[in-house]
């Protein structure tokens, strides 16, 4: 065995952006190793090498193409990190990219995870809002019989992990609707709630955009001819394929919701100003009452009706809180007061 591959223990964390990098055996881990020395345990008959990168440099990436041989187009596409999800087959190697999600300040932050799989390798490079995969590595490795299948299962286990933590992000949204949902019921909504309706509308849409191109991933994956993808394996990512269905009827489900909560909203404040419209309306027709006959006596006419009678005042003013009495008693009961 030369040096290079001498069983030691390395530090993957030393190199900016590695999270973890180690080689695997039918199932159980052999050993950390440095970026330098991963290429030469993938090509070891039954080693697998899994390498975690965190928004990595080019100069990272260019190492870990060095490394395994990675087509430049999918190294491209790892820096930029602005895809959509998809599933690329360059010769011998697949290239899969997820939309992830998480809530951070009440918002969905998305990331993306980048997913480069080939004979003796999974490579995992990640970017913007994204959980860590390392329960991940700890629970393949707990099941060393499993992860003994190879470069499928890890790929299988990661994508799993994907669509799993969309879940808790659909859960927080449902626990902060449903208050705001009762609170419209009861109460007169709020700017504060109209708004936050709306965020939450447009986060949802871009949650569902995220998450449904993963089931044409999952189909393909699901399909013979791919390379490095065991049949045994097709019913584990059909399984991954149900879950994201199970995503998107709940993200529709959430969206009907909203979407009844933010027309209630606009239909109980139009309401609102309706009846503020009729009160103002009712008031201004009783008020003009008592101003138009003011307008009348207040004339600067020589010649004005009873002028000079005794009980003039007294008529006008029972006159005018009579027909005032009237119409605020009719507008009462036509429930515009």
């Given amino acids: 065995m030369t ?39 993938s090509r070891k008959p039954g080693h697998v090498v899994w390498i975690g990168v965190h928004e990595p440099s080019l100069d990272l990436l260019r190492h870990l193409q060095a490394e395994f041989g990675l087509h430049d187009l999918a190294i ?16 011998d190697a697949l290239f899969v990219v997820a939309r992830t999600a998480q809530m951070l300040d009440r918002r969905i932050a998305f990331g993306e995870t980048h997913l480069f799989a080939g004979r003796g390798y999974v490579v995992s490079v990640r970017h913007g809002a994204s959980t860590s995969y ?31 933590n969309y879940m808790p992000v659909i859960e927080a949204i449902q626990s902060e609707v449903e208050p705001i949902e009762d609170s419209i019921l009861t109460e007169a909504p709020t700017e ?56 998107q009827e709940e993200i529709e489900s959430l969206r009907e919701v909203l979407a009844f909560a933010f027309e209630t909203c606009l239909m109980t404040g139009q309401a609102q100003q309706t009846e503020i419209t009729r009160k103002l309306a009712a008031w201004a027709a009783i008020l003009a009452v008592p101003t138009a006959v003011a307008g009348i006596y207040g004339m600067n006419f020589e010649v004005i009706p009873e002028l000079r009678w005794r009980y003039g ?25």
């Fill in 3 to 41: 040096n290079s591959l001498k069983l030691r223990s390395a530090q993957p964390n030393g190199t900016p952006g590695v999270v973890a990098s180690a080689v695997y055996l039918r199932g159980r881990r052999v050993a950390d190793i440095p970026i330098e020395e991963a290429g030469d345990w």
């Fill in 134 to 164: 390392t329960p991940v590595r700890a629970r393949c490795e707990a099941a060393p019989a499993a992860l003994s299948d190879g470069e499928d299962f890890i790929l299988y286990a990661i994508l799993d992990f994907i669509v799993d």
């Fill in 313 to 337: 005042y007294a008529l006008v003013l029972t006159a005018i809180i009579s027909v005032c009495g009237w119409l605020y008693w009719r507008f009462r009961q036509n429930r515009w007061l």
């Fill in 76 to 91: 491209e596409d790892a820096l930029k990190a602005h895809q959509r999800p998809k599933l690329e087959q360059y010769g």
């Fill in 192 to 247: 504060t709630h109209v708004r936050r309706l709306y965020q939450l509308r447009r986060d949802l849409l871009r949650l569902r955009n995220a998450a449904v191109p993963l089931v044409e991933v999952c189909r393909r994956l699901e399909q013979p001819g791919l390379p490095g993808i065991d049949a045994s394996m097709y019913p584990h990512f059909r399984d991954v394929s149900d879950h994201i269905r199970r995503v």
